[in-house]
């Protein structure tokens, strides 16, 4: 009934995103890359219950299909986001705030590659070249020298695009989940596959570190004021990527997510003392020109 809603759900969805990174990225220093992780999903999962139960309450008469499809699909894009989450805050640990988010976003071309060759979704020409301008504007924006201001921009560089590898196939995985769920229900859909999906990574990576780093999950529990604000930001940006995602093909809505890069740069001047140089302003200007040709496929 309404297309076009997955345009506001992907922009708020790339705000709280910032949110949640920069928080996690506070709690590095004591909880490590799998504890930052953990408080994603561990935090996020009540919230995430919650919306369930107002979605049930607002769609009465779902029929949710817990098929093998659904699970395969699930399942395989909550081990690819864990590995992506973890990916991204190492590189924003070693090459900056804004040069792991800007990496990250490298799953704009995958993700649209993914979603023609997986799932048959068709974009226009005016997409693809949108998706070529985005992409080429994040390779001026990441290259060698322009945003390093970690202490290690290679291995940075490296781990965001492994993060941004992950999350592109992440993104059809649970594009493929929400509509094998529901497809008459998109919201119910979109925050019922958050629920299901977090609770599958909040018991299995609790377990992997009770079980190898029980001092990384003292630090995520003694840190729970800050972990809790996370986990609120993290689920009601899972709960818009998701809602976007079961509304509209994969490659728009990363690519309209793109916009999340000069959020991140903003918030890496604001909160971590990076700095932005005029390379990265004109190559953000072109990632943006890119956002709005894809968005209007």
Known sequence: MFPLVWIPATIAASFLQVARNALQRGLMPSTGPWGATLVRFLFGLPF??????VALWLTPGVQAHFSPPFWIAAMTGA???VLATASLLVAMRRAGFAVGTAL?????????VLGLVVFRDNLSLVAWAGVAVTTAGLAVLTWPGALSTGPRPVSGALFGGLSGVCFGFSLNAFRHAALA???R???FSAVACVAIVQAAQAFFLTLYLALRDPA???????????SLAAGLCGACASSGWFLALALAPAAPVRALGVI???IAAIAGRRFFSERLHP???????????????????
């Open 279 to 297: 390379r990265q302003i004109l190559a953000g200007s072109a990632v943006l020109a890119g956002v709005v040709t894809t968005a209007l496929r």
């Open 79 to 81: 081990l690819a986001q």
């Open 181 to 183: 769920l529901e497809p």
């Open 216 to 226: 990384a999950l003292r630090a995520v529990i003694v840190g729970w004021r800050q």
């Open 104 to 112: 990250q976003q490298s799953s704009l071309p995958l993700a649209a």
């Open 260 to 262: 999340e890069a000069p």
């Open 48 to 53: 995430s219950i919650v919306f369930v139960g």
């Open 185 to 187: 229900h998109a919201v």
